[in-house]
């Protein structure tokens, strides 16, 4: 109910009804017979063929079988409502932020659900891809990017791991004003102190470890426990 959103003040009521009436207007064009409305009330009532993301990615936490949970996650795109906004309508803000907070909390979720299983599977590159969705949403999410660390490693992929250390320490300083908490940074370390165990004269490589299988394979069954 947009009055209740918009503000009990007249000049927020005037700003709010045509940005509602407008978006009402577009949405019968686009969904025609979909949306009911009454001078307080819209209503969506999506047709028997019709797919609503959020079913979709709620079924997906219900069940969380591996395809479904796939299939969830490539819908999420960004934050809820982005670019949405409403002038002079503060309790609508307060409202939106809150909505947001809770999709991010569910896209969070899902996306976990899905490294879980293919860490189960042993899927590294699905993984992967889900911990980069992950942080997309939740770029101060500090396990998620140990979690990337570790994969990165299970796939000797040694300076990704560190390059996502940098990437996290970076974040954190940005967004949150503090520093990687200690789990991060002795896991950094370890990651580090491979090249001690190996060292020769070659340059440095940034890639994977070539001749240095028995090393890695030790670093990588200490370190890619779950936490």
Known sequence: EYGSLASSSSVCHTLALPFCAASLSDLRTKLPGCIETSRETAVFTPPPHFTLDMRVIKRALNFSDFDSL?????????????????????????????????????????HQALINQAMQQQDWQTAV??????????????PTHRQLMRLYLRLNQRYQALQQFEHCRQT??????????????????????????????????????????????????WLTQPE
């Open 129 to 142: 891809w889900a911990a980069n969705r992950l942080l997309y949403h939740a770029p101060e999410h500090e």
């Open 172 to 221: 954190l300083q940005q967004r949150l004003d503090v520093a990687p908490a200690a789990d991060t940074d002795w896991l950094h370390e370890q990651i580090r102190a491979v090249d001690s165990w190996a060292a020769h004269n070659l340059p440095q490589q940034n890639s994977s470890f070539v001749g240095r299988t028995a090393e890695i394979g030790q670093l990588v069954r």
């Open 70 to 110: 796939h299939e969830a996650c490539a819908l999420c795109q960004g934050p809820l409502l982005e670019g949405i906004t409403l002038p002079d309508a503060p309790r609508f803000d307060h409202w939106l932020a809150h909505q947001r907070l809770q999709w991010q909390q569910t896209a969070v979720s899902l």
